[in-house]
């Protein structure tokens, strides 16, 4: 056991935080992030010296100082964009190794938080260096690696590393790879594809809830058929739905929602677990669930109405993208809840310039669903929407239902207009516009 001069920062220790050097900091935050009760006063003195000497950081310590706040999940986004800073520093770019940029790259996708440019190719040029550990860190974080040549590389190392894989890793690279979005289904992801789901009847039994949970959304986003893995993943799932806690319980709730059928009794099952835990769920959690029985058709309005309860605690925190997933959860479920709304307004209008595409997309959707009267949330999204469009940063996907949500709450845009001539009509996507969005823009198709 770590003696009490060790894991207290208290008396002298935090007097002395104005002068402490680099290495001194940096320790200090990685002990404070491992506290069970996080203190977020002593946190905001480091963080004042750790702007102070933010110049001296290396890419190591940067990487200890991100990995160590996602463990806490302490979302700082404003001193994650001063370490980010530091990070792309050319010299400390280039000092970065495997473990750094894996530790960097996992840490901020756990915060929700944006890498630069040259980070993301830092970290693309690292990867053939990187070991089994590091790989499985990096493909976790893929999600937000959008550079191109990402995924062809990614697929190139789970080969390298494939014979050394521990079940949980499997679990964790088949989902990476199910869930880069974008990335063409070659004949070389195929394979790999197939190389790890080949692995799974053998390994099912040695892994944890979240692997088995991870395995069963990565089978269903891939559209990959393999109903003996799927049956052993909720055998042994089964059984711990009641011990599990309310995160792990949703991360459920959202790996079956992705299968194209789920055994009767083991939704159930799922179901009665989210009810009992619904009082114990975080913001996240709220969003993972409602989103999931969206996707399922599940319009079960106390269960909603139960997550609604528990939302106000933890709805200031939630990100951008949570926002966004929130609106479009209660609408895509149909369950009218115009508190929710009201709440979710000002805090849409608030964060609107971290919107991308699919959650302007999500959010006009949500609000519009209801004919909800709430101009400047439309104004704000569709602002955002006209830089985004203007870069070319909208799918064709997100495009249609921007352009049908807004013809929901009967506003024509121009800007939306001539994406639509532009992208939509004269291709097969245009059968996706709704009589409401042909009709207010005078589309004869």
């Known amino acids: 056991m770590m003696s009490k001069r060790k894991t207290q920062l208290d008396g002298l220790a935090v007097l002395s935080i104005p002068w402490m050097s680099r290495a001194k900091v940096v320790a200090a935050m990685q002990q404070l992030c491992r506290r069970e009760q996080f203190d977020s006063e002593l946190w905001s003195r480091l963080v004042k010296r750790a702007v102070v000497i933010a110049h001296s950081f290396t890419a190591k310590d940067v990487a200890r100082i991100v990995s160590s706040m996602s463990a806490a999940r302490e979302v700082d986004q404003a001193f994650m964009r001063r370490l980010l800073r530091r ?177 009767p009794d083991f939704l159930e099952s799922v179901l009665h677990a989210l009810r009992s835990k619904v009082r114990t769920l975080d913001g996240p959690s709220i969003c993972i669930v409602a989103n999931a029985l969206a996707r399922m058709e599940i319009r079960d309005v106390d269960l909603f109405h139960g997550l609604y309860d528990v939302l106000p605690r933890s709805i200031g925190k939630l990100s951008a993208k949570q926002l966004a997933m929130l609106a479009h959860a209660w609408a895509k479920a149909h369950i009218h809840n115009e508190d929710l709304y009201l709440i979710l307004a000002p805090l849409v209008v608030r964060n609107a310039e971290q919107f991308g595409p699919r959650e302007v997309a999500m959010a006009t959707y949500g609000f519009a669903h209801f004919r909800l009267d709430v101009p400047d949330v439309y104004a704000v999204l569709r602002t955002r929407a006209e830089v985004l469009l203007d870069d070319q940063r909208f799918s064709r996907q997100d495009l249609l239902m921007f352009a049908n949500a807004l013809s929901k709450a009967q506003i024509r845009d121009s800007v939306v207009e001539v994406a639509l001539a532009r992208e939509v009509l004269g291709t097969q996507a245009q059968e996706h516009l709704s009589s409401r969005t042909k009709s207010l823009y005078g589309l004869t198709i």
């Open 87 to 263: 990070f792309s520093d050319t010299q400390v770019l280039a000092g970065a190794n495997p473990h750094d940029m894996a530790a960097l790259a996992h840490g901020a996708a756990k915060l929700g938080t944006e890498l630069p440019q040259d980070v993301k190719l830092r970290t693309l040029e690292v990867l053939p260096r990187a070991d089994t550990q590091q790989v499985c860190l990096i493909a976790g974080a893929s999600a937000s690696l959008r550079v191109d040549g990402f995924a062809e590389c990614l697929e190139a190392q789970i080969e390298r590393v494939l014979v050394d894989l521990q079940p949980m890793q499997i679990s964790v690279l088949l989902h990476a790879v199910a869930s880069f979005e974008g990335m063409s289904v070659s004949s070389s992801t195929s394979k790999v594809v197939q190389m790890l789901v080949d692995r799974l009847p053998e390994r099912v039994q040695a892994m944890d809830s979240h692997s088995l949970c991870l395995v069963l959304s990565s089978l269903g986003r891939l559209g990959v058929v393999q109903k003996d893995v799927q049956d052993l993943a909720m055998g042994e799932l089964l059984p711990q739905l009641t011990s599990m806690d309310g995160h792990s319980v949703a991360m459920c709730t959202n790996a079956i929602s992705r299968l194209p059928a789920v055994r």
